[in-house]
């Protein structure tokens, strides 16, 4: 089994739809939480960064951290075709360098 | 400012050749991680430099891989007797401080390809 489990999609949506990407995790160790953004051929870019539970917003993004589920969340709110892009779930432990990521969901928003 | 660059950005070579991939971190960047992307996979963590400690290559898959860094500059990934399965994008990442909460930032990545 995987330390990070991400559904790789595809996911497809309409413009303006609410989009939901998930990761489930298996480290209860894990206190940091990110979520990358990766357009095709580009290096990774951090979207936003939680630390151990809560929800953090910005702008149209929402990241959530169930540590008791061990389940994180990404929300984007009225989605745009610019948002088409692959997210990556990554997390790491306190004081660790390691990063471990997500497989990654690719996502489309059609216009 | 710069980002991270990396060059070559593609790169085909035979099985058996040896390659040999470059990466320049942002000026100020202690810390250098090299990672690798296989179609359909997440980022594979590789090697990791901090300043001038020992590196952590906990994540070399085989001794055919090997990493250095001079200093806090510029870092090469060598691959040693290439083999099909080593085709990916690497990917390079530094970041400001020691820490895996320090945003890392990432270069566009060397697309490799062994034939």
């Known amino acids: 089994q995987k330390e990070v489990e991400q559904d790789p999609g595809p996911l497809s949506v309409p413009e303006g739809a609410i989009v939901s990407l998930n990761c489930t995790y298996s480290?209860?160790?894990?206190?940091?939480f990110m979520w990358y953004r990766q357009y095709s051929r580009k290096g990774p870019e951090l979207l936003m960064y939680t630390y151990s539970s809560g929800n953090k917003e910005d702008g149209r993004f929402t990241a959530q951290v169930d540590k008791s589920s061990k389940y994180i969340s990404l929300f984007i709110r009225d989605s745009q075709p610019s948002d088409s892009a692959t997210y990556l779930c990554a997390m790491a432990d306190t004081g660790g360098f390691k990063t471990i990521f997500g497989a990654g969901t690719r996502l489309f928003v059609k216009a | 400012g710069a980002g991270v660059s990396q060059s070559p950005s593609n790169k085909v070579t035979e099985k058996g050749k040896d390659v040999e991939l470059r990466c320049d971190p942002i000026?100020?960047?202690?810390?250098l991680y090299w990672y690798r992307q296989s179609l359909g996979q997440g980022l594979e963590f590789l090697i990791y430099?901090?300043?001038?400690?020992?590196?952590?290559k906990s994540g070399l898959p085989s001794d055919r891989f090997s990493a250095e860094r001079t200093g806090e500059s510029v870092s090469t990934l060598t691959i040693q007797r290439t083999q099909q399965e080593d085709s990916a994008v690497y990917l390079c990442a530094s970041s400001l401080i020691e820490g895996a909460h320090d945003t890392q930032y990432f270069g566009p990545g060397t697309r490799l390809t062994v034939l």
């Open positions: 430099f901090q300043g001038n400690s020992a590196p952590d």
């Open positions: 000026s100020g960047h202690t810390a």
């Open positions: 480290n209860s160790a894990f206190q940091y």
